[in-house]
């Protein structure tokens, strides 16, 4: 069990697109900017006018893309608080991921664990927690993050590629990424759904917890996601000549 940081924020995108499957919320329905559910950090949302209305989709964009923590507030307060993410996480069985303050949670109460957020990818890409058609958009949201330095970064340089221009290069090898990541100084996170070049897909999870803004323990995810490039290469390959 660690600090969850930004990670949680994968749950709770599934939560709000399992509202949208139950026909209990709308991704075009405007949601409300109040008082509280301004949170610090990254984003823009808190800067807005008290009242300030968006749609469901772009709350929960601006969540991944940016990770604004605002957005997640909003997405925590609509879907009923913390009580109710709770008893969704039970449902799920993600057994270590616990929300108990809303973002960005400086303090690294709120806990996950790599085997949650590797479970949650997988429950979506199997259909056990998402409609076909919520699937799909899950993944639309996800493609928007803009990280992708840790597990995207250490799987093209496992792949023995040195590049900038990560998610392209990805592709270009036949990979897709659908990746969010975590930090607050003393945790480090990113996890996301792998596609292949196969079509089949792979889920990866690293949380790393170290002290206060170590680069080893961003560097520490780049070499585990580099180090099991391999091994995808080789199923990969051995599926497609199999």
């Known amino acids: 069990i660690m600090p969850a940081a930004s990670s949680i924020k994968v749950p ?3 939560a709000t697109l399992k509202l949208i499957d139950s026909g209990k919320l709308e991704w075009n329905e405007p949601l409300e900017l109040t008082k509280d559910v301004i949170g610090g950090g990254a984003g823009w949302m808190a800067y807005q006018p008290i009242g300030t209305s968006f749609p469901v989709y772009e709350v929960a964009n601006e969540m991944i893309r940016i990770s604004d923590n605002t957005a997640t507030n909003i997405l925590i307060k609509e879907i009923g608080g913390k009580e109710a993410l709770n008893e969704l996480f039970v449902k799920l069985k ?3 991921t616990v929300i108990n303050n809303l973002l960005p949670d400086l303090n690294g109460t709120n806990t996950t664990s790599a085997k949650d957020l590797a479970r949650i990818f997988t429950l979506v890409e199997n259909s056990k927690a998402l409609t076909l058609r919520t699937r799909d958009t899950f993944k639309g949201v996800m493609s928007t993050s803009r990280t992708n330095r840790l597990l995207p970064g250490g799987l093209l340089k496992g792949l023995g590629i040195e590049s900038k221009n990560t998610d392209y290069k ?8 659908y990746n969010k990541t975590g930090d607050i100084g003393i945790t480090y996170a990113d996890a996301g759904l ?4 196969d079509n089949s897909t792979a889920v990866a999870a690293f949380i790393v917890k170290g002290p206060f803004n170590d680069p080893r323990s961003a560097e520490l995810i780049r070499s585990m996601a580099a180090a099991m490039a391999p091994f995808l290469e080789e199923e990969s390959s051995y599926k497609k000549n199999n």
């Open 12 to 14: 709770i995108l599934v």
């Open 94 to 96: 993600l057994n270590q």
């Open 170 to 177: 990805l592709m270009d090898k036949g990979y897709r990424v």
């Open 194 to 197: 792998i596609e292949m070049p």
